[in-house]
């Protein structure tokens, strides 16, 4: 008796770019609720999209871009972190505009990517 190999679901950018969307959320949920097993779910879940993007499309990285005008600025704030060395220009401007709604997860985070940059201590991952 042969056995069928079940193929997984192809995976297309968009709905790779919605697991992006739905982990830097997650991240920013657990980090809100001071939830460290949710926040670095959320962690895992985008940096895996990430790997998956990256490994599909011969635009890398650059597949992040549309996420900039993303209307959560969780959302934003993570994918600035990952295209800052490659459009410092069109990422900059988006997180002086997170890091301005002082108190949310957002903004700290956008706050230590564009300082972690400044000083040279980020690694673009």
């Known amino acids: ?28 949920l657990g980090h809100l609720l001071e939830n460290e097993e949710i926040e670095l779910a959320g962690f895992d879940q ?13 635009a890398g990285r ?14 934003r704030s993570v994918a600035c972190a990952h295209l800052i060395k490659r459009h410092t220009d069109l990422v900059m401007p988006i997180l002086d505009e997170i890091i301005g709604e002082w108190g949310t997860p957002a903004a700290g985070s956008a706050r230590n990517t564009k300082e972690a940059f400044q000083f040279h201590l980020h690694d673009g991952d």
Do not use: N
């Open 46 to 58: 985008y940096k895996e999209a990430l790997r998956k993007l990256e490994a599909k499309s011969p």
């Open 1 to 28: 008796m042969s056995q069928k190999t079940i193929q997984p679901e192809l995976e297309t950018e968009q709905s790779l770019l919605e697991e992006f969307r739905k982990g830097a959320i997650l991240k920013h």
């Open 62 to 75: 650059d597949v992040l871009l549309p996420l900039l005008r993303d209307p959560d600025s969780g959302v």
